[in-house]
């Protein structure tokens, strides 16, 4: 995810205007997270950027699944599993999604009832 926020970055400096290039921003930063020791201060970072994303960017298919992936890095599956459900409604060809909404339904079904 390094090289890629490095590449959107300059694309940034040329065309800061470009469509959907804060979400690919997003996102690269979200990879990066991941791994880091910084992680709070990523969250919060990354989601200011995405408060600035224009209204127009928001009822594509892209947003909803960098929004999931900022729940899914948070662990808040049920939420992250909504965005991933609702991007697939939008875009059925959405193969990132699709794969990460299997993998949050395999996790919840590692979690074990304490009751059972």
């Given at each position: 995810?390094?090289?890629?926020?490095e590449?959107?970055?300059?694309?940034?400096?040329?065309?800061?205007?470009?469509?959907?290039?804060?979400?690919?921003?997003v996102?690269?930063?979200?990879g990066?997270m991941e791994?880091?020791?910084?992680?709070?201060?990523l969250?919060?970072?990354v989601?200011?950027?995405?408060?600035?994303?224009?209204?127009?960017?928001?009822?594509?298919?892209?947003?909803?699944f960098v929004?999931g992936l900022?729940?899914?890095s948070k662990?808040?599956?049920?939420?992250?599993?909504?965005?991933?459900?609702?991007?697939?409604?939008?875009?059925?060809?959405?193969?990132a999604?699709r794969?990460?909404?299997?993998?949050i339904?395999a996790?919840?079904?590692?979690k074990?009832?304490?009751?059972?």
């Open positions: 995810y390094k090289p890629a926020l590449a959107l970055k300059k694309i940034q400096e040329v065309d800061p205007n470009m469509d959907k290039l804060r979400l690919y921003l996102w690269s930063k979200i990066i791994g880091s020791l910084k992680k709070d201060k969250l919060q970072e989601e200011m950027d995405l408060l600035q994303v224009p209204p127009h960017e928001k009822l594509e298919a892209l947003y909803h929004s900022l729940a899914k662990e808040q599956y049920t939420s992250a599993k909504k965005y991933f459900e609702k991007v697939l409604s939008v875009d059925a060809n959405f193969l999604a794969r990460e909404l299997n993998h339904k996790l919840e079904a590692q074990k009832d304490l009751f059972n």
